[in-house]
DNA sequence: TTCAATAGTTCGCAACATATGAACTAACGA
DNA sequence: TCGTTAGTTCATATGTTGCGAACTATTGAA
């Protein structure tokens, strides 16, 4: 099994970041990897917004967002700590991943906005 | 030959923005439509930064741009007016244009700084 | 040790996406 | 009507993604 790969952050580059955050799972994961403080299982995600991720779908997501050098992935006994490599990033390319958050942010609360004004129930998907 | 899509600014999304400009081709071409004031031509980008891209690909290029809301194009003649939707996109998702072009501009320099610092010629690709 | 349980990874394949040459269409000007 | 220029569409080869099944690594008993 070979080792997990982390690339320094002179070889991240932004195309890698924006596709890596061009999938709506992805970046609920690194929201959520965001949010705490102290690193995230992989498993915590396996249900994620209602939705149920398979096993290996999740892993491949991970494996994208640490190749992209997004989060960094160590073994911590059976499971996995995955922390965001955001300190680095930021100094990289700064206000990057706050503008891209905070779109996402942002496209959220408009189509709440959106699902109210219809009066039904929230079913945007 | 079906009529050119616009969707309306609110079902531009955030994944789909951040797909289109994963990719160093239309980020290339986004920025110099950027760059012109009055709107350019498809095939003004058919030589890009030295390399060759055939026309069909560009067609494509310009499909991904257009759906996802970055641009518009109208035929003007026998050729094509394109142009930035960052306006609207500002608009709607304050900053998030200028980060990732931003970022863009700043990897290209930190490449050309470490071409530099190789002493050989910018081989960077 | 050996066995079972838990957490992730890898493999294989089907479905989807992308790049590009070739053929096509649309607008214009002899 | 023909030729030219500018783009689009089609066909296809190649690449990427999603997911079930099989595998690996670590831990904790028995």
């Known amino acids: 099994m070979r080792p997990l790969v982390h690339p320094s952050i002179e070889d991240v ?3 890698g970041i924006l596709h890596a955050l061009a999938d709506p799972v992805r970046v609920a ?5 965001a949010a705490s403080e102290k690193g995230t299982s992989c498993s915590a995600f ?8 398979p096993k290996s779908t999740l892993s491949q997501h991970f ?5 992209a050098g997004l989060i960094r992935s160590e073994r911590q006994g059976v499971e996995m ?3 965001t490599r955001c300190g680095e990033i930021n100094q990289r390319f700064p206000g990057l991943l706050p503008a891209v958050m905070g779109a996402y942010q942002q496209q959220l609360m408009d189509r709440i906005k959106a699902a ?3 009066g039904g129930k929230a079913r945007g998907v």
């Not at 494996?63 to 190749?67: D, K, N, P, S, Y």
């Open 13 to 15: 580059t932004v195309e």
């Open 29 to 33: 994961i690194y929201a959520g990897l």
């Open 46 to 53: 396996l249900q994620l917004d209602d939705r149920e991720i």
């Open 63 to 67: 494996r994208a967002l640490r190749e």
């Open 81 to 83: 700590r995955n922390t």
């Open 116 to 118: 109210k004004r219809k």
